[in-house]
């Protein structure tokens, strides 16, 4: 089982719509979760980092944490053709004293006009 | 607002020579990482720096990847000799450390080609 989950897509909503990316995790005691975006060739940029259970709100992001059931998901609301990236998700597992962070495959977003 | 830096952007090279990397993160930033990202898939972990000191290198293959940050402060990762599987990206990162929810900042990357 990976360390952290995510559905590859591609992932595809029409403008305007609400965009909705998974993620799952294997080390229960993980404390620490972020979503990173990337658009081709360039470099990951943070989004949202969430540490507790609940929802976290950032304009038109949210970002959704169960820690129950190993889950971390992110909402994009009013979707538009510029949020067309690769959406990865990060995780800190809680084992470590240095805070090792993993990524997911990530999850290919499309937003059509 | 302060920057990751890292050279070179693009680097072309054949297979069985040297190349290194460079990175000099935020200022103030103790913990320093090198990720790979191989095209379609998320970045991997390859050495993690609290300080001038390694605390992961689990995942580097060290028969032929070394990493250095001698000061604390800038880094260098080389590989040698290089293989075709080494194309990718490869990124640096820097946080503050201390606790284990610093975000971490990415730098531009290099994108390494192996001939």
């Known amino acids: 089982q990976k360390e952290v989950e995510q559905n590859s897509g591609p992932l595809s909503v029409p403008e305007g719509a609400i965009a909705s990316l998974n993620c799952t995790y294997s080390?229960?005691?993980?404390?620490?979760f972020f979503w990173y975006r990337q658009y081709s060739g360039k470099s990951p940029e943070l989004i949202m980092f969430i540490y507790s259970n609940g929802d976290k709100e950032d304009g038109r992001f949210t970002a959704q944490l169960n820690k129950a059931s190993q889950y971390v998901s992110l909402l994009i609301r009013d979707s538009q053709p510029s949020d067309s990236a690769t959406y990865l998700c990060a995780v800190i597992a809680g084992g470590t004293s240095y805070g090792k962070l993993t990524f997911g495959q990530g999850t290919i977003l499309t937003v059509h006009p | 607002e302060a920057e990751v830096a890292q050279s070179p952007r693009y680097k072309i090279t054949e297979k069985s020579q040297a190349v290194a990397f460079w990175c000099d993160p935020i200022?103030?930033?103790?913990?320093l990482y090198w990720y790979r990202q191989i095209l379609g898939q998320g970045p991997e972990l390859l050495v993690q720096?609290?300080?001038?000191?390694?605390?992961?290198d689990s995942q580097l293959p060290k028969d032929r990847f070394s990493a250095e940050r001698l000061k604390g402060v800038d880094s260098t990762l080389k590989i040698q000799p290089a293989e075709l599987g080494d194309s990718a990206m490869y990124l640096c990162?820097?946080?503050?450390?201390?606790?284990?929810?610093?975000?971490?900042?990415f730098g531009n990357g290099t994108r390494l080609t192996v001939t």
């Open positions: 080390d229960r005691g993980s404390q620490s």
């Open positions: 990162a820097s946080s503050r450390g201390g606790q284990n929810n610093s975000p971490l900042h």
């Open positions: 720096f609290q300080d001038e000191s390694v605390v992961d």
């Open positions: 200022s103030g930033h103790a913990t």
